[in-house]
């Protein structure tokens, strides 16, 4: 599983390729489909986000 | 010998003193002792002494508002000011424009020319600054782990942006060896794979921020790979870490916050996008479909069907403008016809025989005129409703 930063990447390339506008019909729904899974898995990982919190002591 | 009164005298001696440079523009070294600030006036009265002798001072309220700390009988001090008299009691004292605590002028002349040691180095350059990561996967924090600064950095990390992971290694922030100690954090959240290192602690007086005005700490930061964030809670002077750091923030804190974005930003980017994405592909479609309904009304205005029903329309066209042109026609003819039988009726022979008018054959030819016919000639008689024979018996 890709991480959030990788899917909101990804979300924005697809979003800016289906801005474009000069794509076949075919390549912009599968884009857009794409899109809307990934934005779906981005809010998911967001709803589910926990704070890994990793202390150091060996340093004093 | 003139006499004078001593409100002269001291005037005189007054007068004397203020003429005095080096009087005027003195600093004196010395401890404070009997140090008195009047409740009402905000003035502040002591005694400067050393070991063997001592002056009074004043400093009025003014001049106190500015210092940076409280003066403390045993103090060693370095008074600037000026010497004059005070004529009620005849006694000279020592009018304080500035203290100094003796130690901090030698530490924070040190610190000036660390400064600008480092400063010529291009240790605080602009051009060395690097930006901030926009969402960072891991965040480093070195700071004492028993202090409140690292509480501060989870609490505000866990509410804004939880996606990320914080490596929180624990450092001496004051003391002997927090320098080294920093340091060593700094490159040990490096080696963890940090993308941001925030480095500070959690307040403090001047003293205890001594690890952040050091030569070492400022190298640390400015050599660390990734950028650093400085967190030394203390606004009043930027520490050497402040000027070395990538981005300084005045709390621990707020350095959380620089360090990574709000979750709800992030939100509605992603609405923002979901959006973008939608009207981009409507727009795609609805491209397409005109393109498509154009096409479409192009090809089907070329099909036979289309094609015959044109050509139907035309011959229906064409039959209803002769069925009309034909109405016309008959109509004008039948009220022309009207017309005519009706001024032929009016003509007819028969109407004006039936008014008693007869016709006069000869043979078979009209007689009209009395030369038509001669004496004794045989003539039919017309009239309307039957006939007769005739002989001419007379003419004339």
């Known amino acids: ?60 | 010998m003139p006499v004078v009164t001593v409100s002269q005298v001291n005037r005189y001696i007054g007068s004397k003193l203020k003429g005095d440079r080096i009087l005027q523009g003195i600093m004196v070294k010395g401890e404070i002792s009997n140090f008195v600030k009047h409740f009402k006036s905000g003035h502040c009265y002591f005694s400067l002494k050393d070991s063997e002798s001592s002056i009074k001072a004043v400093m009025f309220a003014s001049a106190a508002s500015r210092l940076k700390f409280m003066p403390e009988d045993g103090m060693s001090v370095v008074v600037s000011g000026s010497i004059s008299v005070y004529e009620r009691d005849g006694a000279y004292q020592l009018y304080a424009n500035d203290i100094i605590p003796e130690g901090a002028g030698k530490a924070s002349a040190a610190l000036e020319q660390l400064k600008k040691k480092l400063e010529k180095e291009g240790i605080f350059a602009p051009g060395h600054k690097r930006p901030l990561p926009y969402m960072p996967k891991k965040i480093g924090a070195v700071t004492s782990l028993s202090g409140a600064a690292v509480r501060d950095i989870i609490n505000v990390l866990t509410r804004r942006y939880p996606l990320c992971e914080l490596y929180a290694v624990n450092a001496l922030v004051q003391g002997e060896g927090a320098p080294e100690s920093i340091c060593r954090g700094i490159l040990k959240a490096e080696a963890a794979g940090c993308d941001v290192i925030i480095v500070g602690r959690g307040g403090g007086s001047a003293e205890d921020l001594g690890a952040f005005n050091t030569e070492q700490v400022a190298r640390g930061i400015y050599g660390c790979k990734v950028p650093v964030i400085s967190a030394v809670g203390h606004e009043v002077d930027l520490t050497i870490a402040d000027l070395a750091a990538d981005m300084r923030a005045p709390t621990p804190s707020a350095a959380a916050e620089l360090a990574a974005p709000d979750i709800s930003v992030i939100r509605e980017n992603i609405d923002s996008y979901e959006k973008r994405a939608e009207r981009a592909a409507l727009l795609t479609f609805s491209r397409a479909s005109d393109r498509f309904t154009a096409l479409d009304s192009r090809l089907s205005a070329q099909s036979p069907e289309s094609r015959l029903s044109l050509v139907e329309q035309k011959l229906s066209g064409l039959e209803t403008r002769m069925g009309l042109a034909f109405e016309r026609y008959t109509e004008k003819r039948s009220s022309e016809l009207c017309e005519k039988i009706a001024k032929l009726e009016s003509l007819s022979p028969l109407k004006v025989m039936a008014r008693g008018y007869s016709l006069i054959y000869s043979g078979e030819a009209l007689v009209r005129s009395s030369e038509d016919i001669e004496k004794g000639s045989e003539v039919t008689l017309r009239f309307d409703n039957g006939g007769a024979k005739a002989e001419i018996t007379e003419k004339w």
């Open chain 1, 1 to 60: 599983m890709e991480t959030f930063e990788e899917n909101m990447k990804k979300l924005g390339t697809i979003v800016a390729e289906l801005e474009k506008g000069d794509i076949p019909l075919e390549k912009a729904v599968d884009l857009y489909g794409e899109g809307v899974k990934l934005s779906a898995v981005c809010k998911k990982q967001l709803d589910e986000a926990k704070i890994k919190i990793t202390e150091d002591n060996g340093n004093e």
